[in-house]
């Protein structure tokens, strides 16, 4: 398996941006895509966003297209998500995940230890 550790959380004012990372240890050889998921409390898990690990594709929920941005560095086994014109609905506990699948049909099977986001307004 992999193991990923997320960093980067943190309180933000809404308007205000965050920068997440994850860096994968393990059987990276693996991965096809990497991505970002998020719960709030009270809420289901719920997809923000997914990048290819070869190929770059990318993927992004409707409720953060165009204000977030993933980004990976396979070199250092790192994906980012840059969050911008952070809402408070926003807030959330963010997990980094992987998939064997492709980034159009992914299917989480590692996820980290999360990290907060809290946006307040």
């Known amino acids: 398996q992999v193991q990923l550790v997320e960093s980067g959380g943190g309180l933000v004012q809404a308007g205000g941006s965050l920068r997440l990372s994850c860096a994968a240890s393990?059987?990276?050889?693996?991965?096809?895509?990497m991505g970002w998921f998020r719960q709030a409390p009270g809420k289901e898990r719920e997809f923000v966003a997914a990048?290819?690990?070869?190929?770059?594709?990318?993927q992004y929920a409707d409720s953060v297209k165009g204000r977030f941005t993933i980004s990976r560095d396979n070199a250092k086994n790192t994906v980012y998500l840059q969050m911008d014109s952070l809402k408070s609905e926003d807030t959330a506990v963010y997990y980094c995940?992987?998939?064997?699948?492709?980034?159009?049909?992914?299917?989480?099977?590692?996820w980290g230890q999360g990290t907060q986001v809290t946006v307040s307004s």
């Open positions: 995940a992987t998939s064997r699948t492709l980034v159009s049909s992914f299917v989480p099977n590692s």
């Open positions: 393990g059987r990276t050889f693996s991965i096809s895509a």
């Open positions: 990048i290819g690990w070869s190929g770059g594709s990318k």
